[in-house]
C-alpha cells in the first residue's frame, strides 16, 4: 500500500516543509528488513557496543560472538576475550566517537540503586547519535517482580527508560528494547537477543520482553532452520498475515496446514501449492472443522501438531449503541471462541508452540470496537493462563499484539484514521503483514521457549496502550 508521507519524504525540499508543520515523517527510505531465512551469523560485520557488569554479561558475549559481530566493550572484557579466539572475533574497548555501531547491547541487571541508574546516560548519551540508521539499542535487566523495593523500582525504571529511548531513536529507524531475564533463565537469553538484534524484527520497539525458565525444554535452540520437520497450522492463512505467517513458518522448514474459509478456496490452494502446504476450507467457529483437521493429522499418520497460529479474525465495528447482535456474535466467535476451541481441543505436541493473535486495541480499547477489543483483551488473557498451564510440557502459548499493520483491512478505513494509525508511533509508519509472521516464526520457533504466557507488541513502538 502506497504511504504518501514516506514517498513525499524522498524529497529533501517536500520533506524539509513538512518538518516545518510539525508533522513526523518517516524515513525516506523502507526498515531494513530481512525477507531470507534465519542465519547462523546474522551479525557478521556488524560492529556491536556491549556494555558489561551484571550476571547476564557471559550470556550476552556468547550470543554476540556466535552471530558474529565485531564488538567494542564498555567495561570489564573479561567474558569476551575469553570467547574471542575461540570464535576469531574482534573485541576492543569501546570509544564515544569510534565507528557508528550498528547496535548498543547494554547489561543493566546489576543496577540497584537510583544512583545506579547514571551508568545509562553515561554509556548512552554519548553514543546515541552515533547508531547506523535502522539500527538497535537492547537493555537487559531483570523483572521487579520479587526484587527488594528499591531495586525493583529501579528495573522498573529501565521500562520507561527504554520507551522513551525508542521514540528518540525512532524517526532513524532505529529501535530500542528491553529484555527481563528471570534469575536462573540466563542460558535462554541468546535466541531472544539474536531475534531482536536481527532485521527479522524491524517494526519490533519500546517493549520490554522477559525470558523466563518455566517452558520445560531439552536441547538447544538451531539458529538455521528452525522448524524442520514440524507440522503448523494456520488459520485464517489465505491473505494479509496469515499468508505472510504460513510462508514464513514454511521458509524456516515447516510443513503449513493453511486454514481458511471455502469462500477462500482458490486464494489458500494456491498459497499452499506454493510453499509445498496443505490447503483446508472450514470455518474455526464449526465443530466440523476440528475434524477436518484431527482427519488431516490421521492420514499424515501423525498423532499432534507442532505449531499451532490462531490468526482468523474479523471486525464488525459500531458503536456498541448502534451494534447488531449478529455483529456482536460472530466477532466473539470468531475472534476469542474459536482460539480457545482450537487451543483447547486439538492435540499438540510436547514440546509445541501455540501463537495468538492479539491486537493493541484490544490492550487499549478504541470508539467503535467494543467487540473487537474485548475479544482481543481476552485472548491475551487466555494466553497468559494458558501459557502457566502447558508449560510442563514444554509447550510455550504467546500471543503477539499487531499495531497499525498495511493490509486489505486496514486499507478500507477512513483516510484520517489511517493516517493517526501510520504515524502515532516511534517509526512513524505502518508495519508490513512480514512483521508479524516475522514475530510468529520466532514465538514457533525452540528458542522461544524462554517467552511464556505473554503477549509482544510488534507496532513500531505505537503511542496507543502501554
Given at each position: 500500500m ?7 519524504g ?18 525516506p527510505?523502507?526498515l ?9 551469523k ?5 560492529v ?27 567495561g570489564?572484557?573479561?567474558a ?6 575461540a570464535?576469531?572475533r ?18 543493566a ?20 547519535r ?22 525493583a ?18 524517526r ?44 520445560q ?11 524442520d ?7 485464517g492463512a ?12 514454511a ?78 456474535d ?31 486495541n ?20 487466555f494466553?497468559a493462563?494458558?501459557?502457566a498451564q ?19 483491512m ?23 503483514p ?5 514475530a510468529v ?13 505473554q ?12
Open positions: 502506497s504511504d504518501y508521507l514516506v514517498n513525499l524522498k524529497n529533501n525540499l517536500a520533506r524539509k516543509m513538512v518538518r516545518t508543520l510539525g508533522l513526523p515523517i518517516p524515513l527510505q523502507a531494513l528488513r530481512s525477507t531470507g531465512a534465519w542465519e547462523d546474522p551479525l557478521t560485520d556488524q556491536v557496543v556491549a556494555g558489561t557488569g551484571g550476571a547476564l554479561t557471559p550470556a550476552m558475549a556468547e550470543c554476540l560472538m556466535h552471530a558474529g559481530a565485531s564488538v567494542q566493550v564498555i570489564d572484557m573479561d569476551f576475550t575469553s570467547l574471542s579466539e570464535w576469531a574482534s573485541v576492543e574497548p569501546a570509544v564515544a566517537d569510534g565507528n557508528k555501531p550498528y547496535a548498543i547491547v547494554l547489561d541487571s546489576h543496577l540497584e540503586t537510583a544512583e545506579d541508574l547514571r551508568a545509562l546516560y553515561d554509556a548512552l548519551s554519548p553514543r546515541m552515533s547508531i547506523q540508521t535502522c539500527g538497535r539499542l537492547v537493555v537487559l535487566g531483570r523483572p521487579p517482580e520479587g526484587l527488594e523495593p528499591i531495586a523500582g529501579v528495573q522498573r525504571a529501565l521500562e520507561g527508560f527504554i520507551r522513551s529511548a525508542g521514540k528518540e531513536l525512532g532513524k529507524g532505529t529501535t530500542a528494547n528491553l529484555i527481563q531475564v528471570d534469575a536462573g533463565a540466563e542460558d535462554r537469553l541468546g535466541a531472544t537477543l539474536r531475534w531482536v538484534l536481527s532485521q527479522h524484527a524491524a517494526f519490533l520497539t519500546c517493549q520490554p520482553i522477559r525470558v523466563s525458565a518455566a517452558v525444554t531439552e536441547g538447544g535452540a538451531p539458529h538455521q532452520r528452525p522448524l520437520a514440524k507440522l503448523a497450522l494456520v488459520t489465505a491473505r494479509g498475515i496469515g499468508k505472510s505467517i504460513a510462508q514464513a513458518l521458509r524456516e522448514g515447516a510443513h503449513v496446514l493453511c486454514l481458511d474459509l471455502p469462500g477462500d478456496s482458490e486464494a489458500l490452494q494456491s498459497l499452499a501449492e506454493s510453499i509445498g502446504g496443505t490447503a483446508l476450507t472450514g470455518d474455526v467457529t464449526q465443530e466440523d472443522t476440528l475434524q477436518t483437521v484431527r482427519d488431516v493429522l490421521k492420514a499424515r499418520g501423525v498423532e499432534s501438531l507442532d505449531i499451532l497460529v490462531n490468526n482468523a479474525g474479523v471486525t464488525r465495528d459500531k458503536t456498541l449503541a448502534k451494534m447488531r447482535e449478529d455483529h456482536w460472530l466477532t466473539l466467535a470468531v475472534n476469542l471462541g474459536a482460539v480457545m476451541r482450537l487451543t483447547t481441543s486439538l492435540p499438540l505436541s510436547d514440546g509445541g508452540r501455540v501463537v495468538n493473535l492479539s491486537s493493541i484490544g490492550l487499549a480499547g478504541a470508539p467503535g470496537q467494543t467487540n473487537y477489543s474485548a475479544t482481543k483483551a481476552g485472548v491475551a488473557g494466553t493462563a494458558m501459557g502447558m508449560a510442563e510440557r514444554g509447550i510455550a502459548v504467546n500471543a503477539v499484539a499487531p499495531g497499525f499493520i498495511e493490509t486489505r486496514t486499507a478500507a478505513v477512513p483516510a484520517g484514521t489511517r493516517e493517526a494509525g501510520r504515524r502515532l508511533s516511534a517509526l512513524s509508519q505502518g508495519g508490513l512480514h512483521d508479524i509472521a516475522e516464526t520466532f514465538l514457533c520457533s525452540p528458542g522461544a521457549a524462554g517467552l511464556c504466557g503477549t509482544v507488541r510488534v507496532c513500531g513502538g505505537n503511542f496507543v496502550g502501554a
